[in-house]
């Protein structure tokens, strides 16, 4: 044997191996990766190490991150970061999520916050001088993302004034700028959001409410929408609807509502599906049961009943008769599917969904969220994940092709007060967790459940952690685990921005 000439031929290869062209197919295989594993890969070789540096490898991997945990398209800006905070920004989720499981009990502190203070034009001012007790901030919603924040005021005489502000991107505590203000009619209320079909745009679903108020059309959805990175941005209202009674509850897929509208007992609500985009309604009336949650999965809708998850089919839909409808027109339905929630003795339930219309192309859009309250022997909630999967072959067309399946399960001791804010706040999934949030004083609670990769035999290992906010005791809060950001807004109207991750100099 000639070991120069094999040694060689081993050198060769494995040079030929690791060329600048096999670089190329390395960079390719990256955009298959999560984050964490790419910084894992990295540590193998030197060829990888430097692919693992390339701008396209981290592009690639925030642009990912954001479509799959249904962030808005402008939270970062993309052409201005440098390749270590693209990468930073692309670990955001998953380094979150390792401060919040491995906190001890210890409260995570804010890295930076900041107090938004409010720009008020002439008119507001001379409002504000009529109604003393009016607030600039009653409600706010925070933009999946955390780099844009919709504000509502109290009712003046003219209406709500509704304003959208930057917080600027995650990680760079940057004071907030007003982006535009709109006035809505009194009695309306922002009550969703979903981006447009190009991803840069912001819609806004408000339901207006007016009973007792002698109005002349006294129940409405309303669909604004306003693109917050064009050289003037405006709010446009793009759809608005009749409806026979006041909203329920309602949430958004894409171009389509689904809500319920209350009816006189015992006769259950009605559920109304309107495409706002083309224009087009459906509407039926459930069998049995009052929803608490209504969602939609492909041509399906999932209620959340008091015991129980069903799914029902949506009736064709046609031009609006709903503006005239009266509720004896709706076709009563019986479910296709009723699963009972794994929850024995609970005193409330209810299922949760992270915003669908945020995550279409997600395979976080799968997942429900039960919670199961019990008041005895102790306080404390069960979480049970659902997941929508298909059927195995051969499939029954008069069947659902995907239907709701336990994931997991986990349990958490915890606060009445903390109750009341997780039946109010929808989930967020954050590096292959789901974070529930609630807060008790000038804390932040979050629940951490793991998303396991196939169907658990035993509950999953959940963890939960606390989050300081400054002195002070927020009545709401909006929450973007995935970035790391928090907004609260006090009983006397103040609003607080908190960062508890920020972009740093140094490399990824």
């Known amino acids: 044997m000639n070991l120069q000439r094999d040694t060689g031929y081993l050198a060769t290869t494995q040079h030929e191996l690791f060329s600048p062209l096999n670089s190329d197919i390395f960079i390719n295989v990256m955009r298959f990766l999560q984050p964490p594993e790419i910084i894992t890969v990295r540590k193998t070789c030197k060829t990888l190490y430097s692919a693992s540096h390339r701008r396209i490898v981290w592009l690639d991997a925030l642009n990912r991150v954001m479509e799959e945990h ?11 970061m440098t390749d270590s905070q693209l990468g930073q920004a692309a670990l955001f989720p998953w380094k979150f999520s390792f401060m919040v499981k491995t906190s ?38 925070l933009v999946p993302g955390g780099r844009f924040l919709l504000t509502t005021s109290d009712a003046y005489s003219v209406g709500s004034y509704v304003k959208l502000w930057d917080l600027g991107q995650p990680g760079t505590p940057l004071l907030p700028v007003l982006v ?37 059309d006294p129940y409405k959805i309303k669909v604004h929408e306003i693109f917050p990175l064009s050289p003037s941005p405006v709010f446009r209202q793009i759809g608005v609807i009749k409806v026979p009674k006041h909203v329920m509850c309602l949430s958004v897929c894409g171009d389509r509502i689904i809500c319920t509208i209350f009816t006189i007992p015992p006769r259950p609500p009605l559920v109304i599906v309107w495409d706002f985009v083309r224009h ?40 609006p008769a709903v503006d005239d409808a009266d509720d004896a027109t709706a076709e009563e339905k019986l479910p296709i599917l009723e699963f009972l929630l794994p929850f024995v003795k609970t005193s409330t339930t209810r299922v949760l969904h992270h915003d669908l219309a945020w995550s279409s192309d997600s395979p976080y859009r799968r997942l429900l969220v039960a919670l199961g309250f019990f008041d005895t022997p102790h306080v404390s909630f069960d979480v049970a994940l659902y997941k929508m999967e298909d059927s195995p072959p051969p499939h029954n067309p008069a069947l659902p092709k995907s ?34 949030a609630g807060s008790v004083r000038d804390f932040v609670w979050l629940f951490m459940v793991p998303i396991p990769e196939a169907r658990e035999s035993r509950s999953s290992s959940p963890t939960s952690c606390m989050l300081k906010i400054g002195k002070c005791q927020p009545y709401e809060m909006e929450v973007a685990p995935a970035t790391g950001r928090v907004c609260t807004i006090t009983f006397d109207g103040e609003i607080r921005v908190i960062d508890y991750l920020l972009l740093d100099t140094g490399k990824v």
């Not at 502190?109 to 009016?134: C, W, Y």
């Not at 922002?190 to 079909?197: H, N, R």
């Not at 190009?198 to 002349?216: C, Y």
């Open 104 to 141: 001890n009990g210890v409260p995570l502190r804010p890295r930076a916050q900041r107090i938004l203070v409010n720009s008020l034009t002439n008119a507001e001012r001379v409002e504000q001088a009529e109604r003393e007790d009016g607030q600039d901030f009653a409600a706010t919603m």
């Open 280 to 319: 087009l309604t459906s509407i039926f009336r459930p069998y049995f049961g009052t929803p608490a949650e209504v969602h939609i999965y492909d041509k399906y809708a999932i209620l959340g009943l008091a015991k129980s998850l069903s799914v029902w089919e949506i009736p064709p839909l046609q031009p």
């Open 403 to 436: 239907v709701p399946v336990v994931l997991t399960r986990g349990s958490f001791n915890h606060t009445l007060e903390v109750q009341d804010h997780l039946m109010r706040y929808n989930p967020h999934f954050c590096g292959n967790n789901v974070i529930l």
């Open 180 to 216: 535009a203000t709109t006035v809505l009619e009194s009695h309306c209320f922002v009550c969703a959001t979903a981006p447009t079909q190009d991803g840069l745009g912001i819609r806004i679903v408000s339901k207006f409410d007016a009973e007792n108020q002698m109005h002349a």
């Open 70 to 80: 249904g962030l808005f398209k402008p939270t970062y800006h993309l052409d201005s």
